[in-house]
């Protein structure tokens, strides 16, 4: 059974930094689309980064490029969302995404931005005061 918990979520004043931790259990990462997403009150779910983690290739959205980096540690079957400079405009539940497809390590990692992902974690909250 495919499980994703996500962690490290909290509330923070403008300017500050978290950083997101998505576990996953009944799949290992390795050669995988992993994605973080975002949600804000009364808005649509938007894509935030994604990650090839076979050919460690690396996609953001305009409004979080150069702020925010997706990383993986293999070893702890863990992929990370380094959030510095927020802005009270990224409150919001963060989600990550994965799923047992794997793919080449030469797909780009626009692919996996766009990727429809199959498992979904619970969420983490990320709230940023001004």
């Known amino acids: 059974q495919v499980q994703l918990v996500e962690s490290g979520g909290g509330s923070v004043q403008a300017g500050g930094s978290l950083t997101l931790s998505c576990a996953a259990s009944?799949?290992?990462?390795?050669?995988?689309?992993v994605g973080w997403f975002r949600q804000a009150p009364g808005k649509e779910r938007e894509g935030v980064a994604a990650?090839?983690?076979?050919?460690?290739?690396?996609y953001y959205a305009d409004s979080v490029k150069g702020r925010f980096t997706i990383s993986q540690d293999n070893a702890k079957n863990t992929v990370y969302l380094q959030m510095n400079s927020l802005a009270p405009e990224d409150t919001a539940m963060y989600y990550c995404?994965?799923?047992?497809?794997?793919?080449?390590?030469?797909?780009?990692?626009?692919?996996?931005?766009?990727?429809?992902?199959?498992?979904w974690g619970q969420g983490t909250q990320v709230t940023v005061s001004s």
């Open positions: 009944g799949l290992t990462y390795s050669r995988k689309c």
């Open positions: 990650i090839n983690t076979g050919g460690r290739s690396t």
């Open positions: 995404a994965a799923d047992l497809k794997p793919i080449s390590p030469w797909s780009s990692a626009g692919y996996c931005y766009r990727y429809e992902y199959n498992y």
